[in-house]
């Protein structure tokens, strides 16, 4: 068996009763828990030297775990003639306003009917700096969140792009709609953001291995009235882009988005979605070299809901 891929941690004190797979996914979120219970079947697992075939295994603290991933098979875009709202483009880079419930790429659980599959039937070419299975995409949103996403149409293109997320000078603006009133009308949140070791699929500031992470957010109104109010509507800048990023750090000041069960907002019928919006995003193309802003009007059912608590407002 090569070895030339290997990754390897030591199991700290606080993991000490962990099971093997939750420590695994701590260390490597990249991966997921379903993976790594493979590979360890596979013998691609050892501790302190030896293969460990059960994932289960509870770990005392101190040992050296290593893991040696298998490459998995490759993944191919196909192209599927489904609609693609485009809402701006030039040589270098389209813009999407893409709908809410529609994921980007695929992945676990997704592997057509995605913003990629739509990309391919509509363009011929993009990039291919993301692979095959992710051709154009620079950044991504959430399943259910909707707004403005870039892909580039070039590899010159979505390096620049990238660049700019990088040296954090794109602005990002979004809308969200969040549960209670904040005590300050503007702020700041810099929490740390990291894999729940617990529950793989949510994201927690609460962990201290936790990645640098900035957000801030302006109170646009407050509804049904600013005394006591049930919800709060935001402008949200964020200056870097975690996974979830918005959503676990406004759930984590006590404020979920309105409709995200996952960070333990109330259920919501009504609006059958998360009240969060990719409103407007400002790069330099590299195409032009001047600054783009790209604007994603918010969408009717949120549009419907806001006007059904107490009136409709964009941020001035």
């Given at each position: 068996?090569?070895?030339?891929?290997?990754?390897?941690?030591?199991?700290?004190?606080?993991?000490?009763?962990w099971?093997?797979?939750?420590?695994?996914?701590?260390?490597?979120?990249?991966?997921?828990?379903?993976?790594?219970?493979?590979?360890?079947?596979?013998?691609?697992?050892?501790?302190?030297?030896?293969?460990?075939?059960?994932?289960?295994?509870?770990?005392?603290?101190?040992?050296?775990?290593?893991?040696?991933?298998?490459?998995?098979?490759?993944l191919h875009?196909?192209?599927?003639?489904?609609?693609?709202?485009?809402?701006?483009?030039?040589?270098?880079?389209?813009?999407?306003?893409?709908?809410?419930?529609l994921?980007?790429?695929?992945?676990?659980g997704?592997?057509?009917?995605?913003?990629v599959?739509?990309?391919?039937?509509?363009?011929?070419?993009?990039?291919?700096?993301?692979g095959?299975?992710?051709?154009?995409?620079?950044?991504?949103?959430?399943?259910?969140?909707?707004?403005?996403l870039?892909v580039?149409?070039t590899d010159?293109?979505?390096?620049?792009?990238?660049?700019?997320?990088?040296?954090?000078?794109?602005?990002?603006?979004?809308?969200?709609?969040?549960?209670?009133?904040?005590?300050?009308?503007?702020?700041?949140?810099?929490?740390?953001?990291?894999?729940?070791?617990?529950?793989?699929?949510?994201?927690?500031?609460k962990?201290?291995?936790?990645?640098?992470?900035?957000?801030d957010?302006?109170?646009?109104?407050?509804?049904?009235?600013?005394?006591?109010?049930?919800?709060?509507?935001?402008?949200?800048?964020?200056?870097?882009?975690?996974?979830?990023?918005?959503?676990?750090?406004?759930?984590?000041i006590?404020?979920?988005?309105?409709?995200?069960?996952?960070?333990?907002?109330p259920?919501?019928?009504?609006?059958?979605?998360?009240?969060?919006?990719?409103?407007?995003?400002?790069?330099?193309?590299?195409?032009?070299?001047?600054?783009?802003?790209?604007?994603?009007?918010?969408?009717?059912?949120?549009?419907?809901?806001?006007e059904?608590?107490?009136?409709?407002?964009?941020?001035?």
């Amino acid at each position: 068996m090569e070895r030339d891929t290997e990754l390897a941690f030591t199991v700290g004190a606080a993991q000490a009763g962990w099971r093997l797979d939750h420590a695994l996914q701590q260390a490597f979120p990249q991966f997921s828990r379903a993976r790594m219970q493979l590979w360890a079947k596979s013998g691609r697992v050892r501790v302190d030297g030896t293969p460990v075939t059960k994932a289960s295994l509870v770990l005392r603290g101190g040992e050296t775990v290593e893991l040696e991933p298998d490459a998995p098979p490759p993944l191919h875009a196909e192209p599927e003639d489904l609609p693609v709202d485009v809402i701006y483009e030039d040589a270098a880079v389209i813009a999407i306003n893409k709908p809410a419930g529609l994921t980007v790429h695929a992945g676990a659980g997704a592997h057509s009917g995605t913003l990629v599959n739509r990309l391919v039937a509509r363009f011929q070419n993009l990039s291919k700096v993301g692979g095959d299975e992710r051709p154009g995409i620079v950044h991504r949103l959430d399943k259910e969140t909707s707004g403005v996403l870039l892909v580039a149409r070039t590899d010159a293109a979505h390096r620049s792009l990238a660049a700019q997320f990088q040296d954090r000078t794109v602005e990002k603006i979004y809308l969200a709609l969040v549960h209670g009133a904040l005590k300050k009308d503007a702020g700041r949140i810099t929490a740390p953001i990291a894999r729940d070791p617990v529950r793989r699929t949510r994201m927690t500031t609460k962990v201290a291995t936790g990645r640098a992470s900035l957000t801030d957010y302006k109170v646009l109104r407050r509804y049904p009235d600013p005394a006591a109010a049930k919800y709060s509507y935001l402008e949200v800048k964020i200056g870097t882009g975690r996974t979830h990023q918005i959503r676990v750090h406004l759930a984590s000041i006590g404020h979920p988005v309105v409709g995200d069960r996952l960070y333990g907002a109330p259920a919501n019928e009504t609006l059958g979605r998360n009240f969060l919006h990719a409103h407007r995003i400002s790069f330099d193309s590299p195409a032009t070299g001047e600054r783009v802003t790209v604007t994603a009007p918010l969408p009717d059912e949120l549009v419907r809901f806001l006007e059904s608590v107490g009136g409709f407002r964009l941020p001035g």
